[in-house]
């Protein structure tokens, strides 16, 4: 890179909604190698708020229609799109087009195209891409990384995954920007689980749409749905994910014993045990780790743990687990 970095690189907020306010801009108090330094929003009010409480200047503070003038915007090193997830493909090109390094949340699109499609913006423009993949940066989530990984309980046979909340309203419900319901929202997060703990890819999927209770609520997509995915060595996963059920765990069992997190998916509060035991970790700002992490990636120019790429896998197993749900077959990956 031409320009020297700073020692600590400024992130603007795209979209200005629950998780950026109550997440990631208090995270963003905490971190150590970036900051909070711009806000992209459709709303005057929030960017008014917003520039007053985080001290952002005006030249810092863009709509939607004026976002690409940030390429002319030296403070700023790195978008986050924190928006509706049908929006983030538009966004994170829009990004990487204006020079910018990108964080993009999860699900990273609705669509394998599309995940290209961004991907290959952020390769043209020779900037990073990340998801918003916290729990990497988490240590009991971490942990059953290293217990899968060193086989400390002998080869995995059986994982169990199981998300799910109730009270969800708004852009969720609507199948054109959550692209599906719980699966997509918070379904994801077993797939990623299986496929940390494991280290494997699944090979083929199953899965069966639960009963809607709330045909109403849940006319665009599923309100519940489980599913299975075959993984190599004959490991099976089950998992399950819902609006209208809290559900929240990672389990693995092995061939010595069982290790499990509950809940495992959590800001905060995750607990851990073992066969042999408790798992005990120190509580720590998911947000913070994940974002110092991306700017450190960037400052020693080396690979996002979390990039682009593991986004699209899970894109790629999400379309699978709907085709499976939709026609009733195992569908190979
Ligand atoms: P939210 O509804 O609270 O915020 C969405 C923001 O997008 C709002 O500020 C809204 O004004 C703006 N927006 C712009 N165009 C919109 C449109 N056409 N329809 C609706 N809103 C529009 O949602 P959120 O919970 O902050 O989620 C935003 C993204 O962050 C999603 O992709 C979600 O999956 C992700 N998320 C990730 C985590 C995590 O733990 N990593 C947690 C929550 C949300």
């Known amino acids: 890179m031409a320009d020297k970095?700073?020692?600590?690189?400024?992130?603007?907020?795209?979209?200005?909604?629950?998780?950026?306010?109550?997440?990631?801009?208090?995270?963003?108090?905490?971190?150590k190698h970036c900051y909070l330094a711009g806000v992209v929003t459709g709303s005057p009010d929030k960017a008014k708020k917003w520039k007053t409480k985080y001290n952002i200047p005006?030249?810092?503070?863009?709509?939607?229609?004026?976002?690409?003038?940030?390429?002319?915007?030296?403070?700023?090193?790195?978008?986050?799109?924190?928006?509706?997830?049908?929006?983030?493909?538009?966004f994170v090109v829009r990004a990487a087009r204006a020079g910018k390094h990108v964080i993009c949340e999860?699900?990273?699109?609705?669509?394998?195209?599309?995940?290209?499609?961004?991907?290959?913006?952020?390769?043209?423009?020779?900037?990073?891409?990340?998801?918003?993949?916290r729990l990497h940066f988490e240590p009991h989530n971490m942990e059953m990384i290293r217990l899968g990984k060193e086989k400390s309980f002998g080869k995995i046979k059986r994982m169990q995954a199981d998300n799910g909340l109730t009270g969800v309203k708004g852009w969720r419900l609507d199948k054109e920007l959550a692209g599906g319901g719980p699966l997509m929202d918070v379904g994801i997060y077993c797939v990623q689980g299986i496929r940390y703990t494991t280290g494997l890819e699944p090979v083929a999927v199953r899965a069966n749409e639960g009963e809607k209770?709330?045909?109403?609520?849940?006319?665009?997509?599923?309100?519940?749905?489980?599913?299975?995915?075959?993984?190599?060595?004959?490991?099976?996963?089950?998992?399950?994910?819902?609006?209208?059920?809290?559900?929240?765990?990672?389990?693995?069992e092995a061939e010595k014993g069982w290790f499990e997190i509950s809940p495992?998916?959590?800001?905060?509060?995750?607990?851990?045990?073992?066969?042999?035991?408790?798992m005990d970790f120190p509580e720590i700002n998911q947000q913070a780790r994940q974002m110092d992490d991306f700017a450190l990636a960037i400052i020693e120019n080396r690979p996002t743990p979390v990039p682009g790429e593991?986004?699209?896998?899970?894109v790629k197993i999400l379309n699978a687990i709907y085709e499976a749900m939709r026609t009733g077959n195992r569908i190979p990956l």
């Open 5 to 31: 970095l700073p020692d600590k690189l400024g992130i603007a907020l795209v979209g200005l909604g629950t998780y950026a306010s109550e997440q990631l801009a208090p995270a963003l108090e905490e971190t």
């Open 58 to 90: 005006d030249k810092s503070s863009y709509t939607y229609e004026d976002f690409d003038e940030v390429s002319k915007n030296p403070d700023i090193s790195i978008i986050y799109v924190v928006l509706p997830n049908s929006m983030h493909r538009e």
């Open 106 to 133: 999860k699900p990273m699109a609705l669509t394998v195209a599309d995940c290209d499609e961004m991907i290959d913006a952020c390769k043209k423009a020779d900037r990073k891409l990340s998801i918003g993949y």
């Open 213 to 252: 209770k709330d045909t109403k609520k849940f006319k665009e997509v599923e309100e519940s749905l489980t599913w299975e995915m075959e993984m190599p060595d004959g490991i099976v996963a089950q998992c399950k994910t819902s609006y209208s059920e809290e559900m929240n765990l990672l389990r693995a």
């Open 264 to 278: 495992a998916y959590e800001y905060e509060g995750i607990k851990g045990r073992t066969s042999n035991g408790k």
């Open 310 to 314: 593991m986004g699209r896998q899970d």
